[in-house]
């Protein structure tokens, strides 16, 4: 029988698989289709101190591969997500493993956000910082794009809550390991990547981008190679548990993730096309290592042989 | 035969068609309005699935959906033979309410419209009036089905080719006018703009009770992604929000449609 458990230090989840914030909604929208309690944990949608329209339509565009999105972070805003029926209450209720994703457009709002959900705390495994949001305007990924605003916005979160700290990176960036760094010497415990990465499409003959926002965020199977080379590189620069993400649409891409070094994996896009999507990539992990020979998770994980 | 097997996919007429899925399941349970989401099999490059609403169920688990081959997606469709099995997940999204007896439907539809809202005729328990708009006579499409319901079937064509050359909503005044004495309820699908501006129409003449099926893009289906997102009215500072079409709509009332910038 494989042990299917991950350590990831400040908690244990049931299996490596969660969820990417944005594709899960709040858990809620998936509750007819399985216990939320199957998934190692259910990562929410990002969480702002106030309410928040998101970008203006259209919002999504289907390319080669996968998808751009620019849904602009809307949101019910802390106070609805920690006392709405269908947000934080339903999800204690479900005794799923709960990861919050957090965002603002200032230091101050990330701050208020990590201790309104700290304050009420009861259900929440942990807080996931979003610093790479490609389709805002303010925060987001301006904090993800620059070594000293990360460092910095991760080390005052750091202050304000005793909830461990995930913190999602972009991959936006020349040098992703830099950041892993940064974010793991200000106190983050663990990384996540990858968020989107921008792209853009443009419809010939109106001659506009497919979307409002003009640029947008890539996802699906085109970026996971992407994805699984940033999560190498990762796991090789920093000590902290690796979260890896980017196209995963199977339990084989999964182990791809886990042998890069990364200790646990979200599926994302993937739930758009079949919303038993993590459930069939918990079995697919299970059913490699069970035909590897492994009895744990942890075995396989940066277990990538030289070439 | 299996769940989500194409039982017959067929030209309906020009560059409409017509697939029928067995689905027991979700004919069971499907209700005016609501919708299927579809995964076509041979998309190649292309993963996410694909919306349609659902025409016609029949008791022996036949579910019909109409469409128009528009883009890549019903392009593929418009190809797979009888024996294709599809996955199907649905049937999503809120459904019509029902006219009763007391009410007169008139439902209002654009283009293709008219296939999201035939069950509402088919289930009617009193006859009613379809207003039916399309570019071209051409365009007009499942009058026959909405006839053998008991509807009476007006229609416009941007072109004049069929009926009133105009707007469909040029249609809507004389209709309340020749039924004042009757309980009109009022039910519409199409192009957005045309719904807009159905529904600003409908909310001045005191119709809020009108149901209008909205959409936009679509991705996951259920709520969780917020890319279907249309404005609705709200009771915050802006008077409006985004709502998803798939998860709080695809049908909202007409006094909830917010029809201004």
Avoid at chain 1, 121 to 139: D, Q, T, Y
Wanted: charged letters at 25%; one cysteine or more; a neutral charge.
């Amino acid at each position: 029988m494989v042990d299917l458990t991950v350590d990831l230090g400040k908690f244990k989840i049931a299996n490596p698989v969660m969820t990417a914030s944005g594709t899960f909604g709040y858990g809620f929208e998936y509750k007819d289709y399985y216990d939320l309690r199957e998934l190692g944990a259910v990562v929410v949608k990002g969480i702002a101190v106030k309410p928040s329209h998101g970008n203006p339509t259209p919002r999504v565009a289907e390319v080669a591969g996968g998808m751009l999105n620019a849904i602009g972070l809307q949101g019910p805003g802390v106070d609805k997500f920690l006392h709405g029926a269908e947000y934080m209450p339903f999800l204690r209720q479900s005794g799923a493993t709960v990861i919050v994703n957090i965002w603002g457009k200032s230091i101050e709002e990330y701050c208020e956000v990590a201790a309104r959900l700290d304050a009420e705390s009861e259900g929440i495994a942990a807080l996931e910082i979003n610093i790479s949001c490609p389709n805002v305007k303010e925060g987001g990924i301006a904090f993800g794009t620059d070594l000293k605003l990360a460092h910095k916005v991760v080390s005052e979160i750091r202050k304000v809550t005793s909830l461990p700290l995930i913190t999602k990176l972009s991959p936006n960036v020349t040098c992703i390991a830099d950041f892993a760094r940064a974010v793991a010497a200000a106190g983050s415990d663990m990384v996540s990547l990858i968020n989107t990465l921008t792209g853009m499409a443009i419809n010939i003959e109106t001659r506009r981008s497919y979307i409002a926002n003009i640029t947008g965020g890539l996802s699906g199977p085109a970026i996971k190679p992407v994805a699984v080379r940033m999560v190498y590189e990762v796991a090789r620069a920093v000590e902290i548990p690796v979260i890896g993400m980017g196209g995963i649409m199977t339990g084989e891409d999964a182990v791809e993730f886990l042998l890069a070094g990364a200790d646990a994996v979200a599926v994302g896009t993937a739930i758009f096309v079949d919303p038993y999507a993590p459930l069939k990539v918990i079995k697919g992990i299970q059913e490699y290592l069970e035909r590897h020979g492994c009895k744990s998770v942890g075995e396989i994980v940066g277990a990538m042989e030289k070439p | 035969m299996k769940t989500g097997e194409i039982v017959s996919n067929r030209v309906l007429q020009d560059e409409y068609y017509e697939v029928k899925f067995y689905a027991p399941e979700i004919c069971r349970k499907t209700r005016a309005g609501q919708f299927v989401h579809v995964k076509i099999e041979n998309l190649k490059d292309r993963i996410l699935r694909r919306p349609f609403s659902i025409s016609d169920v029949s008791g022996d688990g036949v579910l019909t959906v109409v469409y128009k081959r528009v883009g890549k997606g019903t392009e593929a469709l418009s190809t797979l033979p009888a024996g294709t099995v599809c996955n199907l997940l649905g049937p999503l999204g809120n459904p019509y309410s029902p006219p009763d007896n007391e009410e007169f439907p008139v439902i209002v539809a654009g283009g293709y419209g008219s296939a999201a809202t035939y069950l509402i005729a088919k289930n009617s328990p009193g006859k009613g009036i379809l207003l039916l708009g399309a570019r071209s006579k051409n365009d007009l499409i499942l009058i026959d089905k909405f006839t053998a319901a008991g509807f009476e079937v007006r229609t416009s064509t941007d072109d004049g080719s069929q009926g009133h050359k105009g707007f469909v909503t040029e249609l809507v005044d004389r209709v309340i006018e020749e039924n004042k004495d009757k309980k009109i309820r009022f039910y519409a699908c199409g192009p957005t703009p045309m719904l807009l501006a159905l529904a600003k129409m409908l909310q001045d003449r005191g119709c809020n009770d009108a149901e209008l099926s909205l959409d936009h893009l679509m991705c996951c289906g259920v709520g969780a992604c917020f890319a279907c997102v249309v404005k609705v009215r709200a009771d915050n500072e802006d008077g409006w929000r985004y709502a998803r079409t798939c998860k709080e709509g695809p049908v909202f009332k007409a006094s909830e449609v917010y029809t201004g910038e």
